[in-house]
Structures are given as C-alpha cells and as structure tokens.
C-alpha cells in the first residue's frame, strides 16, 4: 500500500504530491497532536479488547472449550483462540490495505474500527457452551477472526499516519504513540479487571464476572468513533487503486524486506503478550500468586510500557534507531531466561513486579525505536501495506505467546520456560537488525529523522 497522499492544495488546480500531509487550510489549524490522538484512538480498543481476553482466559476456556483434560486443556484452547486472531492479520494486511488504497486512510481507520467492535460485542455477548453446544466456540473462534483481520492493516496505517503528520525531528516521538496508545489499553483492563474481580466472587466471576470488561469496552465504542471521524483528511486523493492481487505483486518484489521487517518486530510481539495478555494466567496458574497481585503487576507494566515507549521515540530521533534496537535486544537476549529462573525459584509480588519492569523497559526502549525504523525501511510504494505485512507475520508467532508458554511449562516442568521463548525472539530480531541495513533509500518521508 502506498504512503499516505498529500490533500490538494486549495489554491491549486494541479494534483496532489504524495508521501507528505499538506499544511492547514486557509484560516483553520490543526495540531498534529490532536490527530495522533484520534488516529491511535482506535489501537487502543484492539488492544483493550485482547487484554481482557487475555487476563480472563481460564474463565473463558470453561465458558466456551469445556474439555476433557479439564482445567488446563480450557486454558490451552482459550489461549489457542486467542492466538488464532493473529493468524488472519495478514490477510487482512494485503485485502484491506487495497481497499484502503480505494477510500482513504481515514475511511479506513473508520472501517477497522468497526470490525473490531463488531468481534468485542460478540465475545461479550456470546451464550457459553452450555447453552449453544458447538456453536459457542465456532462464534467466538470467528469473532477472533474478524478482529484479527481488521488488525492486520489498522496498525499500518496508523503508524504510517502519525510518521506522515510528524514535525521535522519528531517522527520516532509520534510514531511511538501509535504502541503507547496500546498501554493505556492495557491499563484500563488491568484497573477495571482488579475492580470487577474485588467487587464479584470467584463463582460470579467464572459464571459472568468476565463479560463486564468487554462490556465496558463495548460501551466506549461511540466515543472512538466521533474522535476518528473528526480526523485529519490526510488521504483526500489515494495514490492509487491497488487491488489485493497488485499489492501481494508489490511485496512479493520486496518479500526480502517484509521477511526482515517480520524479524526486527519478533522481540516486540513475543515481550509485549508475554509482559500484558499472559501475565494474569502466569501469576495465578503458574506462580500461584492471587488474581488481585496479578492485575497489579500487569498495571503497572501497562504505565512502566506508556513511560518508556515515547522516551524511546523522542531518543531514537537524536541517537538514531539502529543503536538503540541492537542495545535492547542484546539485553534482552542475555537476561530473560535468568530473570524467570530468579522468578520462578521463589514467587512472590516483589520478584514478579521487578522481572516484568525490567522486560518492560527492555520492550518499551526497542519497540519505540522500532517500529518509527520499520516505517522508514519499507519502500514508500509498499509502505503500509508492506509494515502490516511484516508486523502480521511477526503477530501470527508472538500472538501465540501466551499458548507458547503454557504448552512449554506443561511439557518441561519448568516455570522459567517463558523466558528461554523470549531469549529465542531477542536472537530473531538481532538477526533481523544485522540484516536491515535501512532505512531504504526510497523510504525515508522525514529528512530530519536519522
């Protein structure tokens, strides 16, 4: 999918330049922050929606995958679900990417926003096994889907958006917003989880205690909505009218490049679902710590994640991105499995709290920097087709974190597997940014930007 064109200019009858926003019309300004807010607004809901999936898993896996193997097979297949989503965001990467080409970003935004409220109202909604057999499971599985393919080009066109509208200097500090965004997603859940979970019973909680969150979610659904409608028109006049068949042609040609961007965004998607979505499952099913400490840590990783991204944005705009991907990753690759070893030798809210702060600034320091590299390294004629590509792919292997991990600890024993996973995503992205020896030539929409 091409970057994002240029709006006409009012005064001229020529057509648009593409790959930059045009400045304000005549007597009306509009902050660049304003628009980063609204374009993010809608990654925010994605992320809310698979942070309560996430958190609530084991409640899930009873209420829709009664199993034989009991207990633990509902939480594998629950955590299989929510893996699965991940597996359509390519497809949605390359089909709603050139629908997106037809209407414009911000019409697309709108679309994406909407599919992914559509597969919320569903999960929440959705009467459990008990009550619809097979049908239950075979729904929600769907409602993954659908949101999992709406994802595939939302984070796209959103990173894409907020590098295009930066201010000369500033693009690794705006496209950081597009992840930080996804924090307070992450915190939201986390909070109103903790809230609900005080409130409820255990038994209330597993019977319908769960759907409150996604509820709540549901509920902020409208306000999106007015936020993205109120965006910038930064896509007036779409470059083209790619379809499907003529993007997938486009990044077959760059196939190299999307297989690298995959590999630079492995670490990303492994730490991210370890540190958030499984969290909650690994403190309570694993470490046997309460629910309560769980959501807490998880908090507090979502604020530690907020901090640290846009640090790392505004940083990689002076220090340049590369030095500071290969520094985390490295560190990553070093300490991960150690810090779950010390973790897992005596549990406790102290230990957990301290090993997911240091995964997180780990996460937040690459990711910051990454994802504003990943914009610049893609060709501008592929470049949010060709960055929710690679960043699907990296998903479809990271969105399974969480199933990873309790599969790994089922078959070793050993509660400290998590991080060995983790450990083998750094060693893919170091590789992946030994190989990327970026930004393309043909990429780079911001000059001041290193």
Known sequence: MPA??????????????????????????????????????????????????????????????????GAATSLLLSFATFGAGFLMR???????GSYVDRIGVRRGLMLTLSLMAVGTLVLALMPGYATLGLVSPVLVL??????????????????????????????????????????????????????????????????????????????????????????GEADAAPARHATAGAVLRDLLRHRGIAARGAALVCMTTVSFYLITAYTPSFGRAELHLSAGTSLLVT???????????????????????????????LLMALTAFPLMEWLAA???????????????????FYNGAMIVFLTEYVPREVRTSGFSVAYSLATCVGGFTPAICTLLIRRTGDVAMPGAWLTAAALVSLAGILAARGPHPAATANPAAP
């Open 4 to 69: 994002i064109p240029t709006p006409p200019d009012p005064h001229s009858s020529g057509p648009a330049d593409t790959g930059a926003l045009a400045g304000p019309a005549p007597g009306r300004r509009r902050l660049p922050i304003a628009d980063a807010v609204r374009a993010s607004c809608g990654n925010t809901l994605e992320m809310y929606d698979f942070m309560v999936f996430g958190y609530y898993a084991a409640a899930i896996g009873r209420a829709f995958f009664p199993a034989s193997g």
């Open 90 to 96: 390519p497809l949605g990467a390359v089909v709603l």
């Open 142 to 231: 769907a409602a993954r889907l659908l949101q999992g393919f709406s994802a595939g080009v939302e984070l796209g066109s959103t990173s894409v958006y907020l590098g295009a509208i930066a201010p000369p200097g500033r693009k690794g500090l705006f496209v950081s917003f597009q992840s930080a965004s996804q924090q307070l997603a992450v915190m939201a859940a986390a909070a109103l989880g903790g809230l609900v979970s005080a409130l409820l019973t255990p038994a209330q909680m597993a019977a319908w205690g769960w759907r409150v969150p996604l509820l709540a979610g549901c509920a902020i659904v409208p306000l999106l909505f007015v936020l993205r409608r109120s965006l």
């Open 299 to 329: 908090f507090c990783v979502g604020l530690s994640n907020l901090v640290w991204l846009p640090v790392s944005g505004a940083l990689s705009d002076r220090v340049g991105r590369r030095p500071i991907m290969l520094a985390t990753a």
């Open 346 to 364: 005596a549990p406790s809210f102290g230990r957990l709290l301290a090993a997911l702060l240091w995964l997180s600034a780990l996460y937040g």
